[in-house]
């Protein structure tokens, strides 16, 4: 089992923040869509920053921003280095967060259930005589 470091996640931190800036204000690909840095892993090593998203629209809108994201990358490292006092910056991956999407589906199974469980009782009320 892996434990976590404090740097790493001191490091992490600082990388969501930076990413996150420099996506909003100075990445200007419309690709990208309107993403939101959710998550950061760095790796034991400090060499690699995985780096999870979420974003608005559809899955081809997802791919858009994916791409977006991928091309990009150098792009962010180059601006990020500056902010982290760090001897090597991490290599960026990019990957799409589906913890949103899956607890929205969850939210929408319980809704059901709660739907029905209410026109259950109200067809067992409807059907006793009072």
């Known amino acids: 089992m892996h434990i976590e ?3 790493q996640r001191k490091l992490a931190d600082q990388i969501m923040h930076q990413v996150s800036l420099i ?3 100075k990445l200007k690909d419309p690709r ?3 993403v939101t840095v959710t998550h950061v892993k760095v790796s034991g090593d400090l060499r690699i920053a995985n780096i999870y998203y979420t974003t608005l629209g559809n899955q081809e809108q997802r791919q858009r921003s994916q791409t ?3 091309h990009a990358k150098s792009f962010i490292r180059s601006e990020m280095a500056p902010q982290l006092h760090i001897r090597y910056i991490p290599e ?3 990957f799409y967060d589906e913890s949103g999407d899956y607890s929205q589906h969850i939210e929408s199974l319980l809704q059901k259930i709660k739907k ?3 026109r259950e009782n109200e067809t067992a009320t409807d059907g006793e005589e009072v």
């Open 23 to 25: 996506i909003n204000r």
């Open 5 to 7: 470091s404090i740097r």
């Open 116 to 118: 029905d469980k209410t």
């Open 92 to 94: 960026l991956r990019f």
């Open 68 to 70: 977006a994201l991928n």
């Open 32 to 34: 990208k869509g309107f």
